[in-house]
């Protein structure tokens, strides 16, 4: 979905699974990279006048992919930042092209078995009527390709104590600018 790699983009795009750390690491390489940091999360809270999992549980999907459309949009107009996007970001083709298009996009990919843990110590609403591990594994078997098709970096995120996702990532990203 990106458009030609551009070593020089100003905005980072992480993508990636609810619970795949895109806001943890997001925040940690905005700060190490003095750039803005952006949520979409937090941009459709900022919509909605209350949290985005609020939201979601409230009002349902339909209302929540609605704000998180027009949060993606909002984040696509800000040319340099790092972007953490929700794990249904890349449903939305036209808005999340806008926002990837001229950016690096780098995928925290994280196992199922990862994500259902933080999904235990941080419960969100569902999103299916599938228990927990189901629901995990069926959005990743119909995200994964989308994510695939969207990333110019895969990043393995781990359990504690694997290697530092935010240092794979500068160091992915430091690879791809040299000449």
Same mark, same amino acid.
């Given at each position: 979905? #990106?458009?030609?790699?551009?070593p020089d983009a100003? @905005?980072?795009? $992480?993508?990636?699974?609810?619970?795949?750390?895109?806001?943890?690491?997001?925040?940690a390489?905005?700060?190490?990279?003095?750039?803005?940091?952006?949520?979409?999360?937090? !941009?459709?809270a900022?919509?909605a006048?209350?949290s985005?999992d +609020?939201?979601l549980?409230?009002?349902?999907?339909?209302? %929540?992919?609605a !704000?998180e +459309?027009?949060?993606?949009? $909002?984040a696509?107009?800000?040319?340099? /930042?790092?972007?953490?996007?929700?794990?249904?970001?890349? !449903?939305h083709?036209? =808005? %999340?092209?806008? !926002?990837?298009?001229?950016?690096?996009?780098?995928?925290?990919?994280?196992?199922?078995?990862l994500l &259902?843990q933080? =999904?235990?110590?941080r #419960?969100?609403?569902?999103?299916?009527?599938?228990?927990?591990? +189901? +629901?995990? @594994?069926?959005?990743?078997?119909?995200?994964?390709?989308m994510?695939? =098709?969207?990333?110019?970096?895969?990043?393995?995120?781990?359990?504690?104590g694997?290697?530092?996702?935010i &240092?794979?990532? &500068?160091? /992915? &990203?430091?690879?791809?600018?040299? #000449?």
């Open positions: 979905m #990106p458009d030609e790699p551009n100003r @905005r980072i795009v $992480l993508i990636g699974m609810r619970g795949s750390g895109k806001s943890t690491v997001g925040r390489l905005a700060a190490r990279l003095g750039r803005p940091f952006v949520d979409v999360d937090e !941009l459709i900022e919509l006048g209350r985005a +609020e939201v549980a409230r009002d349902g999907e339909p209302a %929540f992919r !704000l +459309e027009r949060a993606l949009r $909002l696509a107009q800000r040319a340099v /930042a790092v972007v953490a996007t929700g794990g249904g970001s890349v !449903l083709a036209d =808005a %999340f092209a806008s !926002l990837a298009r001229g950016a690096r996009v780098a995928w925290l990919d994280a196992t199922p078995e &259902l933080r =999904a235990t110590a #419960p969100r609403p569902p999103l299916t009527n599938l228990p927990p591990q +189901e +629901e995990i @594994r069926a959005l990743m078997s119909r995200r994964a390709p994510y695939r =098709a969207a990333a110019d970096i895969v990043i393995q995120v781990g359990p504690p694997s290697p530092d996702p &240092l794979a990532l &500068l160091s /992915a &990203l430091q690879w791809e600018a040299d #000449p």
